[in-house]
């Protein structure tokens, strides 16, 4: 197995995790937050998705999913390609509502099959291709791709949580 398909195994996994916060769940559970100020389900769900996006649109030179479809209004918001969650206030938080379930796993969908076909085009030496010179050492697309896979795994662990908490 080679780096890529280790890549792809790991991504591979994020369906079935996302799949499991939110599947079945009314929308005023994925709006439930376990006390104020506090990260949704939805919200959750819907940064994980829309940072990877982003990420992998701005690697392929493509527009986002999310403003390629009716993705932001399933979520009441309004189509803006810098807003990805990171840096939420408490009120943008409360204002991701997405009008069920559906809308979260679907937007996900998009999102992960664009990166898998990503992905499948990979070669080694793309993944050692510097990325963001901003960092020392600077980012290569194989470290931006395992930071894209840590921060969903993270907020997936985090949206089950606070599911169990439901």
Do not use: C
Not at 21 to 27: G, H
Not at 57 to 71: C, K, P, R
Not at 142 to 160: P, T, Y
């Amino acid at each position: 197995m080679d780096a890529k398909d280790i890549l792809i195994e790991a991504h591979g996994r994020l369906p079935e995790l996302v799949d499991v916060a939110v599947r079945d769940l009314t929308p005023a559970q994925l709006r439930w937050a376990p006390k104020a100020g506090a990260n949704t389900i939805g919200w959750l769900v819907w940064h994980l998705a829309r940072g990877q996006d982003a990420q992998i649109a701005e690697l392929i030179d493509a527009e986002q999913v999310y403003l390629t479809g009716e993705w932001a209004p399933r979520f009441g918001l309004k189509p803006d390609p810098s807003d990805h969650g990171y840096g939420h206030s408490p009120e943008q938080v409360a204002a991701v509502q997405p009008e069920n379930w559906h809308a979260l796993a679907d937007y996900y969908a998009a999102v992960h099959a664009r990166t898998l076909g990503y992905l499948r085009g990979l070669t080694g030496d793309d993944l050692d291709r510097v990325v963001d010179e901003n960092w020392d050492p600077p980012v290569t697309l194989g470290v931006r791709l395992v930071s894209v896979i840590d921060d969903d795994v993270q907020h997936a662990g985090q949206a089950a949580y606070v599911r169990g908490l439901l």
